[in-house]
């Protein structure tokens, strides 16, 4: 080592150079996390459990589920969208088992044609019925006060058309379902993740089956369903899971970008797509040069073919494609690829349970007849049908979450927009008239007809592109295939004409060399997949068993039993049967009578027409009485299956006919007040409240100096109203402290404040909550709230584990802690009374009012709770807020900071850079990466509900809340103080906004103040946007 150091001390040049060569390479080392600390992601106590781990914790399988066999006993049904009448041909006609649609309101595809309840559903139901597919009806919107009678009625309809279930996000709108008794499905806007999550939706919305959201992986997607297959207090809850389609940057059921920025809410079926808009990356206060980069927001979107089997193992009922926007050419070709994989899937798992000598193997495949059953659709005709390519590497078609994080492949950022095939560069940008000279990628073809786009990295400008009048291929052109190809002479006109404007003004041309060509359309795809979308609906084969029953001087009765539904049809002749007097009925002669059914949707089991004859011996009766009975029995069946065989779970159910409107909202509303010991009083709700002797205020802190600063300002005096600091910091590292500072302060509770996911192997998370002992916990979903009930609720003595520090998977001590009050938190999208009173019926202390509600809506909100049990007193209102319009799986940090798929190599860039996202208005919105490594983008306007203090309080609120981001101390006094005085009538509304306006960000910016999602604004129905 002397020697070494010795000559290297001599070699002062090589030393240096040495230096520059790996300086980089170790500076980057250091930036990637130890080992230990990726085992540890960002926070120390929180994934300490595999999801392969030992039996003893909720979040992870038992090892009593040793197999794969118990998840699921036939085949997943193929699940198609269907947005109008064309659309709903095509799902049957290509084998679809359900398709879900959406009525003329309460849709979350409000711009789609969707159906009217009364005209069109009935007929749907009777179209999909007859071929044995499921008919799911979307009502997954929020639903205000004013409108749950108008839902009632909805649902009642949907009853009375025999839908086989609704699919709904609202918990008010799913107790109106449960009271109609239609069968219900929790939707992805529910925001599921977890095996709590769906045991919530099963026991409060009577849910048999939950959608879980995109962002689990097949591992976790198994974890859940075999930890509800554990379950021995309710039957198993079937998981459906999205396998194609449009992703959301969002969680669904968390994105409020629409709601502020463009006054309708993405929760009420009108999303914006903010999310498909570009932005700029500023990084520590700089714009960063971001290339071709410009929409840092938008996924690409899932293609889940690849992963079929392993779902099927993973017991997913239901595999569902997304698109009730698309046309009738989308949902046939995915429909129809989706059925081969699935049929391919199960025969293969069966194979498997079969080489295993399984004892309870499950089903034979359901025989779904499709139109044209030779044809396939390949996962480049899904591409090319509808796909957001960013590069040659990258077709549009990703695996989503399917295999974990990979945040370096589900957002790209150079497009938007649907691209199609990628199949080539320009080589040389020559004039409109001279055409253009493409280098083709390796197997990839242009003929006339197809459709191009020139994708020169500027997707939000005008872009070069048209249909192919001509096109002459050179297979060998230095080494290159190339082709020349010609627009019509419109396009090329058009595109000399940009091209001159371009060139003076110094901008890129519309075809400059290397940029990318993309085969937005083949012809041939086209017509294929036009020939599918249209092709007449297959006679569906229903196999039937007949059994004939007579004897002399008693009726024929002939009955046909439908082997898939086991309906059931009956004949019964006018006459009775005879003694013979010469040849007496037989299996032959009945069987001829009987005949092969052929006229109808069934063939009989038997190859002899006759399954039972049960017929004494000796009786006779005219063959044109078994002709007639089998008529008859036939229209009975066939009467039945389009009714659908779910009447016998609907007999014992409330008859909907009975219901008088009001009669649903106020039985269930009488239920839930008799859980907080109501005298049963049927009060009429107050429409004015007296204002509460108190108002408090509580102040949300999301760093120790905010905490800080609030403590100091209730401890000199300078505010009375503030009883409540919730903290709700990125890391878990300062939370013990703030909340010890926080109880140093008298009369001053401390809540801690929950991720707003938490997914299979994160328990780790409520346990390090619960071990903080706070006053209070804000509960942000559903999950929580279901593992916090399960161990008893508010006030139950529960033993959490503590983990040895610096070790994973260690558990070295039992910590006895008490779970604090429970408080619901924005994110569970409460806006009607029965929302509420159902969070409050199952433990909560408060429910905070959703972001949907604008100022009025509030109002509504709190007056419809009126004074029983204090029920308005128990809402609390967001007064002050930069809402949260993204909230994402995504890691913005990851994707654009560092060359990281996900937190094992992401090197942790959200500790090291203050980040915003510049729209193109200039505003700049900050994101944050929690505990989870979720991102949160808070808009960079603040919202504020300043001037309907007056209005709430009159209505019954006694809380207001003021949630800070990143401001500094100044502008917390400031804000908070502000407020403070407003509540006691020492300040004006109107002076306090004008101060907010000079509010700055971390970057010194000032963001502005507006009502934002508050804006009294006419409130558009779900039917009302198209």
Known sequence: MAKTKAAMS?????????????LPIIAYGLSLPSQELVNRRKSPALWRYDLAREDGHDDVPSSSTTSSQRLLRQPPEVMAPVGGWPQLHAAIANGADAIYLGLSAFSARARAANFDPVAELPKAVELCHASNVKVYVAMNTLVFPDELQEVEELIRLCHRANVDALIVQ???????????????????????????????????????RVVLGRELSVAEIKAVTTKLQDQTDHDPVEVEAFVHGALCVSLSGQCFSSEAWGGRSANRGQCAQACRLPYGLVDNGQLKEMGDFSYLLSPQDLCGLDHVPALVRAGVSCLKIEGRLKDAAYVAATTRAYRNAVDQAWKEYMKEEHHNNSQDNPTEPRVRPVALPDEEVSKAELAQLFSRGQDEEHDGLSSGFFDGSHHQNLVRGRSPRHRGIHCGRVLKGTSGKKGLLISLDASKDLKRGDGLVIDRGLA???ELGGPIFDVQIQEEHKGERVALVRFSKSVEKKWKQLDDRAWKQGAIQLAPAGAHVWKTSDATVSKKMKRLSEAPIPKLQRQARVTVEGSIGAPLVVTIRDETTGREGVGTSEGVLQPAEKKSLDEQSISKAIGTLGNTDWELLAINGINSSRVEAGAWCPAGWIK???????????????????KSQRDHDVDSNSLSMDEPVRSITDELLSK???????????????????LRLSVLARNYDHVETVCKMIEDGQVDSIDEIIVDFLEVDG???????????????????????????????????????????????AGLLNRMTKLGGQGARVEVDVPVSGERNSVNNRQAVVIPELIADFSLNVANPLSAWELLSKGCSRVTASYDLNADGITNLLESMGNINEGSSRIDIIAHAHLPVFHTEHCVFARFLTKGDSYLDCGHACTRHNVHLRDQTGADHLVLADMGCRNTVFGSEA???????????????????????????????????????????????????ESLKLVRDSNGRTGGVSHGSLTNSPVRRAGEIR
């Open 628 to 646: 007639e009975c089998r008529r008859q029995a036939v229209e009975e069946l066939q009467a039945q299956i389009l009714v659908d065989g779910r």
């Open 10 to 22: 001599n070699r002062p040049w090589q030393v240096a150079l040495l230096v520059a060569l790996f």
């Open 943 to 993: 919202q504020s509900g300043v001037h309907s203090l007056k209005d709430w309080s009159a209505a019954g609120a006694s809380r207001f809340r003021i949630e800070l981001v990143d401001e500094t101390g100044d502008d917390v006094r400031l804000i908070v103080g502000g407020y403070a005085s407003v509540m006691n009538g020492k300040q004006r509304a109107s002076e306090l906004w």
């Open 676 to 694: 907080f010991g109501s005298s049963g009083e049927k009060d009429e709700p107050t429409k004015r409240i007296p204002i509460p002797t108190a």
């Open 170 to 208: 609202d918990l008010g709108m799913s107790k109106l379902v449960q009271k109609v008794g239609l069968e219900l499905r929790a939707s992805t806007q529910q925001t599921i993740t977890s095996a709590d999550g769906a045991e919530f939706s099963a026991n409060v919305t009577g849910a048999t």
């Open 460 to 462: 939000q400008e005008e």
């Open 735 to 781: 939370m013990r402290d703030a909340v010890n500072r926080i109880r140093q302060v008298p009369a001053t509770k401390a809540v801690v404040a929950s991720p707003r996911i938490i997914k299979p192997g994160e328990s780790g998370i409520w346990r390090t909550l619960l071990r903080l002992q706070a006053h209070g916990l804000l509960v942000r979903s």
